[in-house]
């Protein structure tokens, strides 16, 4: 008996195989695992036809990725040119391109993972094409992870997810496997990939995991709700968790070396207690002998069966906030991630006043220690009736008029921000374009425009329809490009065999309510795409809003003026409020406000939506009661003018009719 050190392995990989007499099993190891460890176990005893010597390669169990449910003890398991060999697996195959493979359930690898199974070398014989006979001088078994989170394994690549590969020989008899690994991360559910470029018997296959000495931490997915009293968070589970605990924080101070040192936030009920008889946290910590990073010391717990979601009420508006999910299973608990409340209350705004037809004053409510407010101004479009192609956004560049007189874009006017002054407001028709470059750099000729990298459109109204309609047409200075359009959390690469483009494309909304559109041109260099048109339209309903983006007023106090308007362009105006703290990399800001919707030739204000009867039902789980008039009159129905509705819960909204 011998040890052979095996093979090419991953940084994280640590492999031995033990050669043990033909025809006999090594002894069981001792691995201190509790049942709910073992994720998966297969002896092949189905696999009833052929023999060791002599393996059934006349029917081939799973081809081409195909399940093995129908002869496996464990549903899930999938596999390429696998064979039956008397109570053992076959795998096998002439083409070291075309890998045999077996692959295991989808489970959660996470934690320190140990791969166990018996493997021989199996004599793989054949004839080449002009009668010469080859025989393999040894069988190669590889095994790899192919992780669900968007890693790929290439089968036939450069293994870039490959845990082992081992080589075995002719009269070494059965050798038992043993690999390891550790996976600390929340991204765990994978498949396990045993593959061979020729000819190889596997048995007794288990694979264990010691999630009683690790369980990953939670993925957080972000702040959100946030008030001077509140705020909710939302995160990911983790498979193997029996609940998780929820923590709350604040800062306590900085040790020596300058880390934080967060004080917990008990249980409410704990917290009212302490209050009551006295006591500090940290004094009622000192007396229990915590110490400050113990689980239990949570704030509440959220168990497995519900929604991955906390909201923390009750909290003090002129308190910083940390907070921190950890998994829980058995005796074992993630590491806290503790993270800060990065995100400002929202502002509350209120109604316009001093409205008159070309102007308004702005106003809200007051955010504890936000630095700034910026109040963003849109002009809002409201359609009258169902339209088809209601144009949600259009831009020409029509103001490169006033910078070049060239109209031949192999001699564009080249713009370069550091030089001239001139940012992406300067070429485009609407504010709130985002270029991808830190400094403007552009080529252009009258009425259109090359960028030469990723460009966003302004934020537009999209929540009408499952789809948008993007109408783009320009020019390009090669015969054949690609146009990338990214929209919804989806790219879209379109080839074009013409210079022109003058074409639509449908892209899915995916429930998004407001978006930007982003567009790539060619990434080769003499490749420049010069845009002239953007349209983006949508099919609308009755009542549909659209906000189009007109600046941003950046102010100390509780208001703003915005003048100079025009009542006859857009239906109505609206302004959103976002508070801001700190500046560049430690700048905190809020959401936008609900927006306010100020029209200037009713002088009044509304949050509601405007001039459609059927708006006082927008809301499916709030039942009518009542509709009146400005003055208190009871309506039978909402008329022109003011509508103030009364819903069943107590809560009203303000609708007004043009």
């Known amino acids: 008996m011998f040890i052979l050190a095996s093979a090419s392995m991953t940084g994280f990989a640590e492999t031995t195989v033990q050669i043990v007499p033909e025809g006999t099993k090594s002894p069981a190891k001792v691995v201190e695992v509790t049942t709910a460890d073992v994720l998966t176990s297969e002896d092949f005893s189905n696999f009833e036809d052929g023999s060791v010597d002599s393996p059934d390669f006349s029917k081939m169990l799973a081809h081409e990725g195909t399940s093995l449910d129908y002869i496996m003890h464990d549903k899930g398991w999938h596999g390429h040119k696998v064979y039956s060999a008397g109570g053992v697996c076959a795998l096998q195959t002439y083409n070291s391109m075309d890998l045999a493979y077996l692959m295991t359930p989808l489970n959660d690898y996470s934690g320190d993972v140990t791969i166990t199974l018996r493997a021989k070398y199996s004599i793989n014989e054949w004839e080449t094409e002009d009668g010469q006979h080859m025989r393999d001088t040894g069988s190669s078994l590889s ?72 369980i990953a931490s939670p993925e957080i997915l972000g702040v959100r709700d946030v008030t001077e009293t509140s705020f909710t968070i939302d995160f990911e589970p983790v498979r193997k968790a029996f609940n998780y605990y929820v923590m709350l924080y604040t800062l306590k101070g900085y040790d020596d070396e300058g880390n934080p040192i967060y004080l917990p936030v008990l249980t409410p009920d704990v917290m009212e207690y302490l209050e009551q008889v006295g006591m500090t946290v940290e004094e009622y910590l000192d007396a229990a002998g915590y110490e400050l990073d113990n689980p239990y010391l949570m704030y509440a717990i959220v168990q497995a069966h519900e929604k991955k979601e906390y909201t923390f009420n009750n909290l003090d508006p002129a308190t910083d906030y940390y907070y921190a999910v950890r998994s829980h299973y058995r005796t074992t608990f993630s590491d806290p991630d503790i ?203 009755k009542g549909m809003l659209a906000y189009t983006y007109l600046g941003t007023e950046q102010v100390d106090g509780n208001s703003c003026e915005f003048a100079d308007l025009a009542s006859d362009v857009y239906d109505f105006y609206g302004y959103g409020v976002i508070a801001e703290r700190g500046e560049d990399e430690s700048l905190i800001v809020s959401e936008e406000s609900e927006r306010m919707l100020v029209d200037l030739v009713n002088r009044l204000s509304t949050t509601g939506v405007p001039g459609i009867e059927d708006a006082v039902n927008t809301d499916s789980n709030k039942e009518l009661e009542a509709i009146y008039s400005l003055d208190g009159t009871k309506l039978e129905s909402v008329r022109r003018g003011v509508n103030i509705i009364v819903y069943s819960d107590g809560s009203t909204k303000k609708v007004f009719v043009r």
């Open 339 to 541: 993270k800060p409340v990065d995100v400002l209350p929202t502002p509350i705004v209120a109604d316009a006043t001093s409205i008159t037809d070309k102007s308004f004053v702005a106003n809200w409510g007051n955010v504890i220690n936000a630095d700034v407010y910026k109040v963003n101004l849109y002009g809002v479009y409201q359609a009258k009736e169902d339209i088809e192609g209601f144009v949600l956004f259009e831009e020409n560049f029509d103001k490169t008029s006033n910078l070049t007189t060239s109209t031949n874009i192999i001699n564009p006017t080249i713009l370069d921000e550091l030089e001239t002054g001139i940012n992406i407001d300067g070429v485009t028709t609407n504010p709130g374009w985002i270029y991808g470059y830190e400094e403007f750099i552009a080529s252009i000729v009258d009425g259109m425009v090359y960028f030469p990298c990723k460009v966003s459109t302004p934020v537009f109204s999209c929540g009408s329809s499952d789809t948008i309609e993007v109408w783009i047409n320009g020019k390009c200075t090669e015969p054949e490009f690609t146009l990338t359009l990214e929209f919804a959390g989806e790219k879209h690469k379109m080839d074009f065999t013409s210079s022109i483009l003058m074409d639509s494309f449908c892209l899915p909304t995916h429930g998004l309510k407001e978006g930007r559109l982003s567009i790539t041109g060619p990434a080769s260099i003499l490749g420049h795409l010069f845009i002239d048109d953007i349209i983006v339209s949508q099919d609308v309903k």
């Open 143 to 214: 095994f790899g992870i192919r992780n669900e989170s968007k890693r790929e394994f290439d089968l036939c690549g450069d293994y870039p997810d490959e845990l082992a590969s081992i080589r075995l020989y002719p009269n070494q008899g059965w050798c038992e496997i043993s690999i390891t690994f550790e996976n600390h991360s929340a991204y765990n559910d994978a498949y396990i990939i045993m593959s061979s470029p020729d000819c190889i018997l596997i048995d007794d296959i288990k694979i264990t995991s010691s999630v009683d000495r690790f």
